[in-house]
């Protein structure tokens, strides 16, 4: 295995990685490559939304909410604009967390600051429903909301009471962390600024570009909209720690937990992953390179953390998923497929 990930830092995939190896037991191999060391700690990016997943099924198992509960009855109501509700009307958290909600893949809250239903409903006025499954960031930004609405608490404290002292993990929060521990996750928000010069919108509070992202999150929403905290992401973790978070999904025997892992629609569990890059099994994907996944038929997961944008130069990396798949296939021993 480190041969493969070895081959990625020098074909210039990402600079540097680190893999952790897990089975029931713990935690079997831990690597590092390139600039990093094994407790070097990542962007989680979108890995968060398993964050919020977890958070979330607390919740359920508690009976504060379920699964077909309708959003609009797990939000102010008062806050809510007449295109938001009517938007939302009919759809569940099983929407939500499955991307079948029928809001945009992506809007960058930023770029107006207002209140957050008040940019959502003119968001939503500027753009069509769509159709089937459409990956989004917005759903996973309400999930976060509501995760706020039914307990009470706020997604920092969340996970405190959740992921820190129920489960034991010390090594998944919130930026920002310190630099020092922290590997770059790219040098300027470049992507998100073309993707708002292509709707034609503008921003003025960029980060400079060249400048290293280390320690603060690198989505935009997540950094200039949400201050750092939100359901889609701003979490931040090493390799050892989100291997315990992979484990207590491989060795849980808990019902609304073991549930979240079934296939519901078009190859999502409830908040996860379950396409071809996560064979026989479970994870997410994360834009700055991160990855978590684990097999309960296999007793085995592994978590990949990468930091594909850090390239000062602007060097466009190559397909993560590659990676991804070739580190998870070759544990299981299976051929490596080709990627659609």
């Known amino acids: 295995m480190d041969a493969i990930v070895s081959g990625y830092v020098e074909r210039k995939y990402f600079p540097s990685a680190v893999l952790s190896v897990y089975d029931h037991r713990g935690v079997r191999a831990l690597s590092a490559f390139g600039d990093a060391a094994p407790d070097t700690w990542y962007d989680l990016a979108s890995v968060t939304k398993i964050v919020t997943t977890t958070l979330v099924l607390f919740e359920i198992e508690k009976g504060h909410l379920s699964m077909h509960s309708p959003v609009l009855s797990l939000l102010p109501a008062e806050k809510c604009g007449n295109i938001t509700k009517e938007r939302l009307s009919g759809v569940t958290v099983l929407d939500l967390m499955t991307h079948h909600s029928g809001l945009i893949a992506w809007y960058p809250f930023y770029c107006d600051g207002g209140p957050f239903y008040s940019v959502l409903e003119h968001a939503l006025a500027a753009s069509e429903r769509q159709t089937g499954f459409v990956y989004s960031d917005l759903n996973f930004m309400l999930m976060g909301e509501i995760f706020q609405f039914v307990s009470g608490m706020d997604l920092r404290q969340g996970v405190d009471r959740y992921i820190h002292d129920e489960l034991g993990i010390a090594e998944i929060e919130y930026g920002p962390i310190e630099p020092s521990k922290c590997a770059v996750s790219s040098y300027g928000n ?49 390799a050892a720690g989100l291997s315990q978070l992979g484990l207590f999904y491989l060795n849980c025997d808990r019902p609304v937990f073991l549930k979240a892992l079934d296939v519901m629609r078009d190859g999502r569990g409830l908040g996860f992953d379950r396409s071809i890059i996560f064979p026989d099994g479970h994870g997410h994907n994360g834009f700055t390179g991160t990855a978590i996944w684990f097999s309960r038929k296999h007793d085995l997961g592994a978590v990949l953390l990468t930091n594909k944008w850090a390239w000062p130069d602007g060097h466009a990396p190559g397909a993560t998923n590659e990676a991804r798949v070739d580190v998870f296939y070759h544990l299981l021993g299976q051929p490596v497929p080709k990627l659609p």
């Not at 960029?206 to 989505?219: F, L, Q, S, V």
């Not at 935009?220 to 973790?237: D, I, K, M, P, R």
């Open 190 to 238: 470049q992507i998100e600024k073309r993707m708002c010069r292509e709707r034609g919108l503008s921003f003025h509070g960029w980060r400079e570009d060249g400048k290293p992202i280390r320690g603060a999150c690198n989505d935009g929403n997540a950094f200039y909209y949400w201050h750092g905290v939100s359901g889609h992401a701003g979490t931040f973790g090493t």
